[in-house]
Every structure is written in C-alpha cells, then in structure tokens.
C-alpha cells in the first residue's frame, strides 16, 4: 500500500511504517544484517512509486519526445513535458519556459557559468561564493574566472559551520556581478538565510543562483518566494533516478543567454550558413533528454507532496535532533557543522579513528554512512580534518536507524579502543 | 565480514604506534602521495646510496589501512636495492588484488595487509604508498639540504 494519503490531507506525522514499504531496497540486508541507510545525502533511495512510473513509460510511452506524429512520439512528449510542468508547480516557477532539464546539479551550475557568465564577465568583475560551497559551486566558477579574467570571492564561514550574514555582505561589492551559494551544505547540514542572502546580492545588482541539491527534498522550496535568479537541484536526491535534474531559472535571463551545447531540438532552422534557435526551454536541451529520468522526477514530486513537505521537514527535524543528542553522549565524538539552523545532515569524527576506518567498521554493521571530504575539501581544511564520516536522514529513516547507528559506533571503538 | 581480518593486531598496532614517521634530514628523493576518495596525503622521502635505500620516512593523515601500509612498508624497503623493490611490490600487488591463496612468504610482516582484499574499497588505502614509493625512485634527485 502506498503512503500517499488522499489529496488534500497533509498528515503532521508520517505514517513511517507504511513510508518505508513504499522503498524497496530498505527489506535490503547487508552483511546478514538489516540495512540502515544513512547516505541519503549522497543519493536518496527510489520511491516505488517512481520505480513503477519509469517502468510504466518505458513499458507502454516511450519514443524520441519533440520529433514525429506518431503515437509514442506524442505520448512521450506528453510524459516529458507533464513532468516539465509538475516540476514548475513543485517550486513554484512562473512559466515552464524556466524549467530546463538537466543531468543534475552539476550540468546545472555549469550551464549557467557557460552561459550566463563566461559571455558577459570582465577582468575585474567578481563572483562570490560561500566557504561551505560543493566542489560543484567551486569549480565551475574557477574554470569562469580563468576564461573571463574575473575574480573568486569567498564568504568565509564561523567555527559552527555558518557563513554569518555580516561576512557575506562585506564580501559584496560594485563589482559583484553573481553569488552563487547552497541552500543547505551537504557536509555540514547548516541551512543558509538564502531569502536575505539573495535580497543584499540584488541590492548589489548581483543576481544569485542558489545549489538546492540538499534543500529540495527535505522542505518546500518556493522560488519565487525566494527571489532566486537561478536554482539548480538533482532527481536522485530526491528520491528519483541519477542523470536528471532541473535548472530553474527567471525567463527574462534564460531569454538573453545563449545556447550552452548545441544540438538538435534545441534549433528552429539549420543550413550550414545560419542556424537559429529554439524558443525556450528548448533552446538549452540540446539531443534526446532523459525522458524516463525526468517522469520518474514528476512521480517522485508526486509522492513527496503526498506525505506532506512539511511532515517530511518535521521527521527528519526529530531525528537530527536525537542523533545529536545520542552522538554528543559519547566523548570520543565531536559532532563537526552545529549551525543553529540545519538539515538532517550529521558529520562528525570518532578520537584515534579516521573516518574511512569508521566507515568500514559501520558498514560491517550494516550501516551506510559516507566518509571523506563529501566533495567539499576547503571545508575540511577549515576544520583542520583530512575527513569526516557522515550520517544523512532521509524521509524513511526512522529512531531504530539511529539506534543502530550509535550501537554501531561504540563497536567501531571498541575495535580500535 | 570479519573485521578482525582487517584490522589485525599488526595493523592497529603499527596504526597507533606508525614506525620511520616524520621527516627526513638530509632525503635524496620525495614523492606526494594523494587518495582523493578520502582526501588523504602521504609525503614519502627517502635517501638513496647507489641503487639501496637507505632510509625512508613518511609523512601524512590517513586511515589506520593506509598508515599502518606505509609504516610497514617504510620497515621493509629499508636497505634493499631497487630490483628487491620492485619484487616486493609486485608481491604485494598480487596480495592485494588476488582473490585468495596463502600470502608469499618472502612478504613476511606485510602479510598482515592480506584481510584488506576483502574489502575492495580499501584496496587503495593500502597500495596508496606503495605507488609513492615508485614515484619517488623515479623523481629527479632533490638537492641535498645542508642547513
């Protein structure tokens, strides 16, 4: 039975057991014991419902989308472009012309460094970033900075994982020209004010693209309300399947920037002398998408509304907030991101144990947290750590989950006690 | 799974207790060595006299497979020539990559290493020092310091 209660009602409190039939692989047992899946940040495991989605398109819809009258073609475009607008209600994006499918956060961040920046920056102009950034909000501005002549600033972050709103507005200037930002860190779980970080870069006449990766699948996310100029997130940490993602981004900007890949679908006209584009979205989905990618995305932003983003929000609070409580009894531990305001995300270092020993040992135990530098080392070398272990909480983890993580721990120091 | 396969008393003692750590006065060749799965780094500098080492430290974070590897490795290369080298570290490829068979003897203490191919993920914690060690040999000879 499926979790989604009928439309309209939003229960307060998940139904967690009926939450975790609806994901397969949690029945899973590693090393012949029950998985407890704690690397939701990472990757979040797929709802059946999204399962069955991708398989009910590939099974009886599939055919190229955009291309032919045929009745596959025009049920699969169907399927693709139903998911373009489910994408738009479930952020609230004004048109559907500013949902772009991407492959994930990554491509896009890079498209809009392509495209948005890389034509218009100049020697001297700057973009700003924050000191708890992805490598994906780091490297793609880097690679800008070097084609542009632009500079790379960086807001600097406090002892608690916090980039304090004072820092960020002294790192604005004349010459901001973007901020680019998370909406929550994937290492350290710190929520960012994004609604005033986004207003002081207006102010500044910088426009701000936003990494909500970590945001989308654990709260609403209104970007409109947010004022953001870009926003970029991934299917599979919400619950979808890898290769699909979404740029949103304000149509007026879209419509000014050029083409990132060129390709087909993405041109009205081609000849070898002049080609021109197509209108928006089109313009920047250049060759065949991830159709099914992007259905399973609408199935998975079906369910998530289904049990209610506030319900999800409120779960996953408890259990950060006893996770913390039961990880800060043991003295070996030191608890590494205590921002005020955080996400279910929990990283920390065991005394005398690096964390990929940590790691080991957990998964022995049929734990999964991710260890290392979670693709963020200058947060890493902030703290001083070469790497830390991870637990992340997803909508169906549940207090056992955290149980048996701590259990977990104290075997991994007895092993190295 | 057994854990006390990987983390013999031998690797957590040599974990805790990492021998030939630290820098080296007076090293004729270095490398970096860099896992960026787990962001460890290991500097490896040694002094070779003709074709032997005659001494070799280490240098570095990293977790107890990888430290315990290096300070392992440090004890047996020590005074032995380049080819006796380039055996050991065919050898102990071969431990850590083969499926299963009795560890060489000629491995002596390395054996210990053997429970890490159990545990692919950690394959290259414990061959991380021994490509440094290659790259080392094969680096241009550092000046010699004579502060």
Redesign the interface.
Known sequence: MAANPSLGTKPAVLDIEAVRRDFPILATSV??RPLTYLDSAASSQRALAVIRAVENYETHSHANVHRGVHALSQAATAAFEGARERVRRFINAASVKEIIFVRGTTEGINLVAQSYARPRFCPGDEILITGLEHHANIVPWQMVCEQTGATLRVARLNRRGEVPFEEFQRQLGPRTRLVAFAHVSNALGTVLPVKRMIEAAHAHGAVALIDGAQAVPHSQVDVRALGADFYTFSGHKMYAPTGIGVLYGREELLAAMPPWQGGGDMILTVSFEKTTYNELPAKFEAGTPNISGAVGLAAAMDYLEGLGMEAIAAHEQRLLELATAELARMPELEIVGTAAHKAAVLSFTMK??????LG??LD?EGVAVR???HCA?PV?TFFGL??TARASFGCYNTEEDVGRLTSALKRAHE??G | MDLKELYRDVILDHNRHPRNFGPLEGASHHAEGNNPLCGDRLLLTLRLKGDRIEDIRFEGRGCAISTASASLMTEAVKGKDRASVRQLFERMHALLTQPDGAPDPALGKLAALSGVREFPARVKCASLCWHTLNAALVSSPAAVSTE
């Open positions: 090393h012949g005398g144990v690096h964390a990929h020993d080991t040992i022995a260890t290392g530098h080392m890493m070469p790497a092993v190295f």
